[in-house]
């Protein structure tokens, strides 16, 4: 209803949709390392390679494999900033009795939310 009490109000922390979707972003960081220790050994496979011979059409292979592993990372990683979204909104919601490790805390978790959505930005426009 319109006139709900503060009492009656979920945090917004416990936004179901936000914890689902965050809750599954979870399970995708597997994937993440996977295609980081492709992107990774793609590179210094192609390093070697093209070391080797300029002309290498290995390496230039398994450089586009690192690139190509490299992109799908960063697809990865779209929704960080949500993660961390709902993390300072958990740390507002139970503050600590120490506030020092609070104000740290949260510093951290912004600074962080703040990082990925321009890391977001700045994929969206390559």
Same mark, same amino acid.
């Given at each position: 209803? &319109?006139?709900?009490?503060?009492?009656?109000?979920? !945090?917004?922390?416990?936004? !179901?949709? %936000?914890?689902?979707?965050? +809750?599954? $972003?979870?399970?995708?960081?597997?994937?993440?390392? #996977?295609?980081?220790?492709? $992107?990774?050994?793609?590179? &210094?496979?192609?390093?070697? %390679?093209? $070391?080797?011979?300029?002309?290498?059409?290995?390496? *230039?292979?398994? +450089?586009? =494999?690192?690139?190509?592993?490299?992109?799908?990372?960063?697809?990865?990683?779209?929704?960080?900033?949500?993660? +961390?979204?709902?993390?300072?909104?958990?740390? %507002?919601?139970? !503050? *600590?009795?120490?506030?020092?490790? $609070?104000? =740290?805390? =949260?510093?951290?978790? #912004?600074?962080?939310? @703040?990082? @990925?959505?321009?890391?977001?930005?700045?994929?969206?426009?390559?």
């Amino acid at each position: 209803s &319109a006139h709900m009490s503060k009492k009656d109000e979920k !945090p917004a922390s416990q936004c !179901p949709a %936000l914890k689902q979707f965050n +809750e599954f $972003q979870a399970k995708i960081k597997g994937r993440d390392k #996977v295609c980081k220790a492709i $992107q990774y050994g793609a590179r &210094a496979i192609k390093y070697y %390679l093209l $070391q080797a011979d300029k002309s290498s059409k290995w390496g *230039k292979r398994f +450089e586009n =494999l690192a690139n190509t592993a490299g992109t799908a990372r960063k697809y990865f990683r779209l929704a960080k900033t949500l993660e +961390e979204y709902e993390q300072v909104l958990e740390l %507002l919601a139970h !503050p *600590k009795s120490d506030s020092i490790d $609070q104000y =740290l805390n =949260l510093i951290h978790r #912004v600074s962080f939310m @703040w990082y @990925w959505f321009f890391d977001n930005v700045n994929f969206g426009v390559r």
